[in-house]
């Protein structure tokens, strides 16, 4: 994917619950997935950078995006799904342009 947005701790919206249903997929984040990026999922995405080995600083970039994506491509052909199967369908991708960003 290409175009997603720069997030911190702060920021909100449909990106942010995107985020937050990747990295719960992939095992680092436990709270409720809401939309609204704070502590709970700042210590995921610095925990998933640390496991990747890209650094610690709990903020979503290209190189955290890049990441995600290819962590999500390796574990749907581990657990053999595709990206429409019910094991990985609740993740919603937010229309490119129409978020505004925090």
């Known amino acids: 994917m290409a175009d997603e947005p ?3 701790q ?3 919206g449909d990106w942010v619950e995107y ?8 095992g680092f984040y436990h709270g409720s997935i809401d939309g609204h ?3 709970v999922t700042q210590e995921a995405v610095a925990g998933a950078q640390q496991h990747y080995s890209i650094g610690e600083n709990g903020t979503v970039g290209p190189e955290t ?4 994506n290819l962590a999500r491509t390796a574990n749907e052909a581990r657990v053999e799904v ?3 199967d019910s ?3 609740e993740v919603d991708v937010p ?3 129409t978020e505004e960003q925090a």
């Not at 985020?19 to 992939?26: R, T």
């Open 87 to 89: 094991a990985v369908g």
């Open 6 to 8: 720069e997030l911190t």
């Open 82 to 84: 595709a990206w429409n």
């Open 37 to 39: 990026f704070g502590s």
């Open 95 to 97: 229309e490119i342009g």
């Open 65 to 68: 995006w890049q990441m995600i």
């Open 10 to 12: 702060g920021a909100e």
């Open 19 to 26: 985020l937050q249903q990747w990295l719960n997929s992939l």
